[in-house]
């Protein structure tokens, strides 16, 4: 049975620890280590001429360890009579200076200022276990008040966020200097706590400090790194417990698909600074002996890549450099990096702690990146929606060597909301994307991204350009269907680049955009290039809503409905669209909101399978027809749904053959643009069409 409390209320009870060194014996106790671990740290701190309160002291041979090396002034107390009892037995002949007694550490009978330096092992953690923490507060007054100007609280603890914060906050109030050293485990030591230890060291002043002294150590020799604030030090004690959680789990192996990371952060100004994902190559891959363990930086920018942005991509970029562990790093917005040998330099003390296990010693692990260069960012505006909070608007350098600029919600920073190509105004570039990897890409751009204009003929995701190759349902281009209007509803703006792109290059189309969020449309006509006319209108307002609202009010009626609106609820399994908008109730107001020719696109983003049928079941039990077009890599696919029953699979070819042609013909001849051509290739976006 074990004799570890099961509740908070039992660690901080007093007969609990009663009955606990009753049932533990004679056998010690030690709570974090021994004094061999701690020993470096403590002679730091604590001199052996100083007077030292030990409170909690159980029965740990710690301080017995220290009395054998010259500490002479040790006084012992513990809420238990039987540990304190067994103690003063134990050491009555060996060290009959030692003392222990059964004090509360509450309440305490010593003198003010009567002591240099108060160690304190477990005791903060189990104290600090009650919810409100009271009784570490008044024990950690009690600390203050027994110790002299210039004495130590010497605390070893786990750093639980809960206990730190407690213990921090009320030195930083009373005006104390406050120090953490993290003391990390061997990456082998196999019986190490998950996580490390921490020693909290806090100095008391005469006269109360008027700005906090914080500051962190790595190692019991770790030079101090000053830090401003209270939260920013949880922030780094937070990161280095995740870091060691990691490193611990790493060090029995992983699978292919576990895609473990962790946010290293700026220790000055607790921002991210890295992102580690670790990947592992598939079972069974063939690996050259040699190729254990690379790290592989990221280019500034590019993190959002499919690549490198999601476990696919990384699972690829894993297969391709073809080794045993691949750790991907990607750099964060708002930080400053030298050059790519110096992101190295920064990396390499930590990185060695994620070998995989097996790894010989001095291995010399190498550092991948793209053509050596750190890429290049340049954030050209920030700010926060109440609905999606903070979003970043940022000029980047792709790996075709073009300029993008972005559209990121730092809630999901990994995901582009929307992109749009950059060039110098009125020579937008004709190449095609599917050609873009041959352009050997460049550190930096030869042109501020501030004089470039958006590209209005490119479209920034592949399934936009699938949902425009699905207006070939519509047989655009053909004599009978020339001159004929087409009207289109979209929910979801994003940039702005899909519905301009149908405004722009569809014939007759006129495009009414549902956009929940204000501050998107903002977005988009202030970095996006978005100008809506009359015939391209916003109504600001939720999807579900303006669907209802025309299916009740009837009499108008749209060729093409097309969903490419994300979900904010990350339990479903489901990024694309929210689940209301795949309701059978929901697609059948859809479906009567059609023309008789109609066509229903939807964005469908889902990784779990099971629910992934269920919503095409939902589909097909609405529509007659129904094609489905995969993405390579990726994980969107996009639904195209005929409300027409003549709309059969026997049609594919024609889609493929001749409307395919006709379309691409007229979305060159209606460029009302004047400045730049589709970028399309729409019988490539409509091979592999399929039946759902």
């Not at 403590?42 to 030292?52: A, E, F, P």
């Not at 290293?264 to 040699?290: E, F, H, M, N, S």
């Amino acid at each position: 049975m074990s004799l570890l409390p099961r509740t908070a209320e039992e660690f901080s009870s007093a007969e609990y620890w009663e009955r606990f060194f009753k049932k533990r014996g004679e056998k010690a106790f030690e709570w974090y280590g021994d004094y061999n671990k701690l020993c470096g740290v403590l002679h730091k701190y604590i001199k052996t001429q100083d007077k030292v309160l030990v409170v909690g002291c159980g029965n740990s041979e710690l301080s017995e360890q220290l009395y054998d090396v010259g500490y002479k002034h040790l006084t012992n107390i513990d809420i238990s009579e039987t540990v304190v009892t067994h103690m003063n037995q134990r050491n009555a002949e060996r060290r009959p200076d030692l003392t222990y007694h059964q004090v509360d550490a509450t309440q305490t009978p010593y003198e003010d200022a009567s002591y240099q330096a108060t160690l304190d092992k477990g005791t903060l953690d189990a104290m600090a276990s009650q919810e409100d923490g009271a009784l570490a507060k008044r024990m950690l007054t009690e600390v203050g008040r027994v110790l002299s100007v210039g004495g130590r609280y010497v605390c070893v603890t786990l750093a639980q966020e809960s206990v730190i914060r407690l213990a921090v906050e009320h030195f930083v109030q009373m005006g104390w200097a406050v120090r953490l050293h993290c003391l990390e485990e061997p990456a082998t030591q196999e019986d190490s706590f998950a996580l490390p230890v921490f020693v909290l060291i806090c100095t008391k002043f005469r006269q109360p400090m008027p700005m906090p002294i914080l500051e962190l150590c790595i190692g019991e020799d770790g030079a101090p790194a000053r830090i401003a604030q209270v939260p920013e030090l949880l922030s780094a004690v937070k990161e280095r417990q995740a870091y060691a959680i990691l490193r611990k789990r790493l060090q029995t192996g992983t699978d292919a698909t576990s895609n473990l990371s962790l946010t290293l952060c700026d220790i000055k100004t607790g921002l991210p600074r890295y992102t580690l994902t670790v990947q592992d190559c598939a079972p069974g891959a063939k690996v050259p002996r040699a190729n254990h363990f690379a790290i592989f930086i990221v280019p500034q920018g590019r993190e959002t890549d499919w690549q490198y942005g999601s476990s696919e991509g990384r699972g690829q970029l894993a297969a391709s450099a073809n080794f045993r562990r691949l750790v991907v790093v990607a750099m964060h917005r708002n930080q400053e990096y030298t050059d790519i040998q110096a992101v190295q330099a920064e990396l390499s003390p930590l990185v060695m702690d994620l070998a995989p296990p097996g790894m010989p010693a001095n291995h010399q692990v190498p550092f991948l990146s793209v053509g050596g260069q750190l890429g290049w960012r340049e954030v050209v505006s920030k700010g926060v929606s109440e609905l999606s909070g903070e979003y970043s608007v940022e000029d980047v350098r792709g790996g075709d060597g073009d300029l993008y600029r972005r559209l990121v919600f730092l809630s999901n920073a990994g995901l582009v909301q929307s992109e749009s190509r950059l060039s110098p105004p009125h020579t937008a570039s004709s190449h095609k994307k599917k050609n873009r990897k041959k352009v050997k890409p460049t550190a930096t751009p030869k042109t501020s991204s501030t004089s470039l204009s958006l590209d209005s003929g490119f479209l920034c995701c592949t399934h936009h350009e699938i949902m425009v190759a699905g207006f070939a349902m519509l047989q655009l281009g053909t004599p009978q269907n020339k001159d004929v209007p087409v009207s289109v509803l979209l929910v979801g703006l994003g940039g702005g680049g899909l519905p301009q792109f149908l405004r722009d290059f569809v014939p007759g189309a006129s495009v009414e955009v549902v956009e929940l969020d204000p501050v998107i449309l903002e977005v988009a006509k202030e970095w996006f290039g978005f100008r809506p006319d009359d015939r391209l209108t916003v109504t600001l307002g939720d999807g579900l809503e303006r669907i209802n609202a025309l299916a009740n009010e009837g009499g108008r009626l749209f060729d093409v409905i097309m969903f490419d609106v994300d979900s904010k609820d990350n339990s479903v399994g489901m990024s694309c669209p929210p689940a209301g908008f795949v309701e059978i109730s929901f697609l059948k107001k859809v479906f009567s909101l059609l023309t008789p020719r109609g066509v229903f696109m939807l964005n469908l983003v889902c990784r779990d399978s099971v629910l992934r049928k269920s919503v095409v079941e939902c589909v097909r039990g609405v529509f007659p027809c129904v094609f489905s077009q995969g993405i390579e890599g990726e994980v969107n696919e996009v639904l195209l749904c005929s409300r027409s029953e003549e709309d059969g699979p026997q049609t594919v070819p024609v889609f493929l053959n001749q409307a395919a042609k006709s379309l691409q013909s007229a979305l060159s001849n209606n460029n009302s643009t004047g400045t730049s051509s589709p970028h399309i290739d729409i019988a490539e976006m409509l091979k592999g069409l399929k039946v759902a």
